[in-house]
């Protein structure tokens, strides 16, 4: 979900989606276990995931299924895409703005780079 092929790809599909699906990363199997995990994996590819960031900030259809949730694009941590049209954004929602804002600042706890 973070990097790689399959990122890029998903993020090549946001000008074509027709749907954008919200998944709070709070919402996800074992998120509570894996803050540490997480925290690591997206100070890795805080790159990818700014990359990421500015092409949601250029699609109306991420950003206002952002809004309607209450979410912002620096929330954005990763992105998925299927074969019919529809994407799904994580996003954080676990942490304070700072590290939704900096991907490569560690959360709370969890070990730096």
Do not use: C
């Given at each position: 979900?973070?990097?790689?092929?399959?990122f890029?790809?998903?993020?090549?599909?946001?000008d074509?989606?027709?749907?954008?699906?919200?998944?709070?990363?709070?919402?996800?199997?074992?998120?509570?276990e894996?803050?540490?995990?997480?925290?690591?994996a997206?100070?890795?590819?805080?790159?990818?995931?700014?990359?990421?960031?500015?092409?949601?900030?250029?699609?109306?259809?991420?950003?206002?299924?952002?809004?309607?949730?209450?979410?912002?694009?620096?929330?954005?941590?990763?992105?998925?895409?299927?074969?019919?049209?529809?994407?799904?954004?994580?996003?954080?929602?676990?942490?304070?703005?700072?590290?939704?804002?900096?991907?490569?600042?560690?959360?709370?706890?969890?070990?730096?780079?």
């Amino acid at each position: 979900m973070i990097g790689g092929a399959d990122f890029t790809t998903a993020i090549s599909t946001l000008d074509a989606a027709t749907s954008v699906n919200i998944l709070p990363i709070s919402g996800l199997d074992g998120a509570g276990e894996n803050q540490t995990a997480l925290s690591e994996a997206m100070a890795s590819k805080a790159q990818d995931i700014e990359s990421l960031r500015a092409r949601v900030m250029q699609s109306k259809i991420a950003t206002d299924a952002l809004t309607a949730q209450g979410y912002t694009v620096e929330q954005v941590v990763a992105i998925s895409a299927s074969g019919d049209g529809a994407i799904s954004l994580y996003v954080i929602d676990m942490m304070d703005g700072a590290m939704a804002a900096d991907p490569a600042t560690p959360m709370p706890g969890a070990k730096a780079p």
